[in-house]
């Protein structure tokens, strides 16, 4: 099968040295791209900027905005059976990115902030849906509520979320403890592992999931 994966963070430039951007490593969508490689599957990787080498293999596109990630996306469509956004895509860009260095000496500059396209929802309206597709959701409280809004509001075939207030897990740890939310109002629990082992059993779920579908 054939797997798009996107990973990592997005940045979203203020002026040529700041950006907006957030905690995220990349290691939790790595490792299900490794996962789905050791699986005998096709990977391609959108990645936002990290400091992780690619798994062999996988056809690795590199991005930095969410702007270029969702382009990135939408490229690379054809052939997919199973796309799992685990990047964690800035909700929030500046409206301009000012052309130079912002002076202090100016004063505290005011930031006009403007959504960004939304790339899971963006697949999820897509018709006819030719790939099963399955997103995250980090959340810092009401986890089922939030996971099961998402779903519904994304049209995805699967939410996996994950508590990145939980000390030693989400955002940058190597280990992880998710919950996959699917649209029946079941749900599976795979409790605190190593990224790399949740990866595993995360593409057999979704392996399966797709050749029911
Ligand atoms: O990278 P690590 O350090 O290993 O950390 C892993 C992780 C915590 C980043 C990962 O497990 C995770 O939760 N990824 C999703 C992070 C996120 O942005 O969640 P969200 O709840 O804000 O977004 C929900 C979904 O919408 C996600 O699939 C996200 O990729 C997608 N999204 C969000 C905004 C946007 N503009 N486009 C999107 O596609």
């Not at 040295?17 to 990349?26: D, E, M, Q």
């Not at 979320?161 to 403890?177: C, K, Q, R, T, Y």
């Amino acid at each position: 099968m054939k797997f798009l994966i996107t990973a990592g963070p997005t940045r979203e430039p203020i002026d040529p040295v700041r950006y907006i951007s957030n905690r995220s490593s990349g290691k939790m969508g790595y490792a299900i791209a490794q996962a789905a490689l050791e699986a005998g599957h096709e990977v391609v990787l959108v990645s936002g900027p990290v400091a992780l080498n690619a798994p062999a293999g996988a056809q690795l596109v590199r991005v930095t905005t969410a702007d270029e990630m969702y382009d990135a996306v939408h490229a690379h469509l054809a052939g997919v059976d199973i796309a799992v956004l685990c990047a964690a895509v800035a909700d929030f860009k500046p409206a301009s990115c000012a052309p130079r260095k912002i002076k202090k000496r100016d004063g505290v500059p005011t930031i006009k902030l403007v959504p960004t396209r939304d790339i899971l929802a963006s697949l999820g309206a897509l018709r006819p849906k030719k790939f099963l597709l399955a997103g995250f959701a980090a959340e810092t409280g009401d986890l089922e509520k939030n996971a099961r809004e998402k779903l519904e509001k994304k049209q995805c075939d699967a939410v996996i979320a994950n508590d990145v207030l939980a000390p030693g897990l989400g955002f940058e740890s190597d280990e992880n403890a998710l919950t996959i939310f699917l649209p029946d109002q079941s749900s599976r629990v795979l409790p605190r592992a190593s990224k790399h082992d949740l990866a595993n059993a995360l593409v057999k779920i979704l392996c399966g999931m797709q050749q029911k579908s």
